[in-house]
């Protein structure tokens, strides 16, 4: 099963069930917890993992011979990003704009554009005790999270068969966090009951509705704002799984790099309702 987590906005506490859903499940299953947040993976200061191996993230960019351009402009008219620009026998390549989707050389008709991989992250694995561990570096500078995400899922899927495969997405909605969530059994949507917390969740919900992902909702800092939350989950016929309460000693316990559920028996046992709650939910899909 694939339990993707996110979030309509950063700091509700994705990250902390992320850790500690991952901790909990430890003891019965195989468990593999993926940070996806590519651009600020955090995950590991709290799982202590050992890491044992990485890899390079690269896209394929375009690499023009002018000696052989006929000044068709066909590969500016193709790149719908604007990573390539015509300027009469001059073609000007931008490659931190580039998708890498080869579509410029597949069509330019005297073969002038070959591609060269461009590196843009890394992938990084190990073991934090019997949780396998993954999570992607997006290279500073560079603007193409999505890929990085996509490796590090892919890296997963070559080794993680028969396991519970745990997304920490990135916050927000955006393309990213789209590729983090896409192909997820179930998703779930971590939130706050503040105004901030209500609005960016109707961002998210609408989401992973597009997605066709089955969701539910984690409400942290429970007690904290009004009901407009548990009101909004119950006009729309969203399940609300699990109540994480407000109190300051998870909060230092977090601030401290420590795991949740060994310092509180009683968050250990809202995960552990949580995960049969996300069995009972994706068993209806």
Request: with cysteine; hydrophobic share 40%; aromatic share 4%.
């Amino acid at each position: 099963m694939i339990i993707s987590i996110a979030s309509g906005k950063g700091g509700t506490g994705k990250t902390t069930v992320a850790v500690n859903l991952a901790l909990t499940l430890m003891e019965t299953e195989s468990v593999y917890l993926l940070d996806c947040d590519v651009e600020e993976p955090n995950a590991h200061l709290f799982l202590r993992p050992r890491l044992e191996g990485s890899a390079k993230v690269t896209v394929p960019v375009p690499i023009v011979d002018e000696e052989q351009c006929n000044e068709c402009g066909r590969c500016g008219e193709t790149c719908a990003f604007n990573a390539i620009l015509p300027l009469g026998k001059h073609v000007l390549t931008f490659h931190e704009l580039c998708h890498g989707c080869g579509g410029c050389a597949l069509l330019c008709p005297t073969g002038a554009i070959r591609e060269e991989p461009l590196e843009i992250g890394v992938v990084e694995w190990g073991h934090a005790g019997s949780i396998s561990h993954i999570h992607g570096r997006l290279k500073i500078g560079s603007p193409l999270a999505p890929p990085v995400v996509r490796a590090v899922k892919k890296h997963a899927q070559n080794r993680s068969l028969g396991a519970v495969s745990i997304i920490d997405a990135p916050p927000g909605t955006s393309c990213p966090v789209v590729a983090s969530v896409s192909g997820s059994d179930f998703c779930l949507l971590v939130t706050e009951p503040t105004p901030f917390g209500l609005h960016d969740l109707t961002l998210a919900v609408d989401m992973v509705r597009e997605l066709g992902v089955n969701f539910g909702v984690v409400i942290n800092r429970a007690g904290l704002g009004n009901g407009g939350l548990v009101d909004y989950c119950r006009a729309e016929n969203i399940p609300i799984l699990a109540r994480i309460p407000f109190d300051r000693k998870y909060a230092k316990c977090y601030a401290k790099g420590g795991r949740l559920i060994e310092e509180f028996p009683e968050i250990r046992k809202i995960l552990q309702d949580l995960w049969h709650a996300v069995c009972v939910s994706a068993e209806r899909v």
